[in-house]
């Protein structure tokens, strides 16, 4: 499958679900950067998820213009690999834009755990996971 007709089922598969439509183009946009900045942990996907739609929420962006930032979700540069890390990325988009996630954190930024930046002094860390903190 490719990312197009991965993210295209899994919205057809949402959609009697929920009332909210799924832009396909947001979608794939925020499956790669939760694939790139969390695969592999199911507890950073919807945490990474939702960071990106509050940030673009926030800032009345796209999710598209959120995570192609230049130094904001780096891993969204990374080419996803078909397989399951790709499809549980995808589904985890598909849902949080959907509305059929709970948001567990209010975050707006995240940083790596191994990571200090100065920038970070001043917001609270509201919660963290095996690869992230997690901060408004």
């Known amino acids: 499958m490719t990312i197009a007709s991965t993210v295209a ?7 009697p679900w929920t009332p909210v439509t799924v832009d396909a183009n947001q979608a ?3 499956a790669r950067a ?3 900045e969390s695969r ?7 945490l990474v998820a939702f960071t990106a739609i509050h940030r673009a929420s ?3 962006r796209t999710i598209c213009a959120i995570v192609r930032q230049r130094h904001q979700f780096k891993g969204y ?3 996803p690999k078909p397989g399951p890390e790709w499809d ?3 589904e985890v988009a598909v849902f949080a834009l959907g509305g059929m996630l709970i948001d567990q954190y209010p975050a707006r930024f995240f940083v790596r755990k191994d ?3 100065s920038w970070t002094a001043k917001l609270v860390v509201i919660g963290s996971s095996e690869k992230h903190r997690y901060m408004r």
């Not at 089922?9 to 959609?15: C, E, F, M, V, Y």
Request: glycine share 10%; charged share 15%.
């Open 77 to 79: 540069w990374k080419i």
């Open 9 to 15: 089922a899994a919205i057809a598969a949402l959609a």
């Open 58 to 60: 926030d800032r009345g």
């Open 88 to 90: 549980d990325a995808v």
């Open 115 to 117: 990571s200090y930046p």
């Open 28 to 30: 794939i946009c925020l």
């Open 40 to 46: 592999g942990s199911f507890v950073d996907m919807p």
């Open 34 to 36: 939760i694939w790139g």
